[in-house]
């Protein structure tokens, strides 16, 4: 089992920068993939961001070139370092980790971010 704690959310001003961390309390993702998935009020949950275990990224075209997603194993965390937030971004951000893309097997419980 692997618990997932997110940190790195509040309020941010339109242009402004915030960078999410997932940390895994229980577990480890070094063989697993990850990703930042956003839940904006009234919407659907959206993947924007994932890591595998080699390396490899995604990105949804929404966040292409002002969200960058990376690993730390040594300390089990995963970031998502957004720039260039609008209020467009406003949600709650989820990291996940599975043992695919798309197939989320833990989820943390979630942080707000809110731009204005």
């Known amino acids: 089992h692997v618990q997932l704690v997110e940190s790195g959310g509040g309020s941010v001003q339109a242009g402004g920068s915030q960078r999410l961390s997932c940390t895994a309390r229980t577990g480890t993702f070094s063989s697993a993939c990850m990703g930042w998935i956003r839940q904006v009020s009234g919407q659907e949950r959206e993947l924007i961001a994932s890591i595998s275990s080699d390396g490899t990224t995604t990105y949804t075209d929404s966040v292409k070139g002002r969200v960058t997603i990376s690993q730390d194993y040594a300390k089990n965390t995963v970031y998502l370092q957004m720039n260039g937030l609008a209020p467009e971004d406003t949600a709650v951000y989820y990291c996940?980790?599975?043992?695919?893309?798309?197939?989320?097997?833990?989820w943390g419980q979630g942080t707000q971010v809110t731009v204005s």
């Open positions: 996940a980790a599975g043992p695919s893309l798309g197939q989320w097997s833990y």
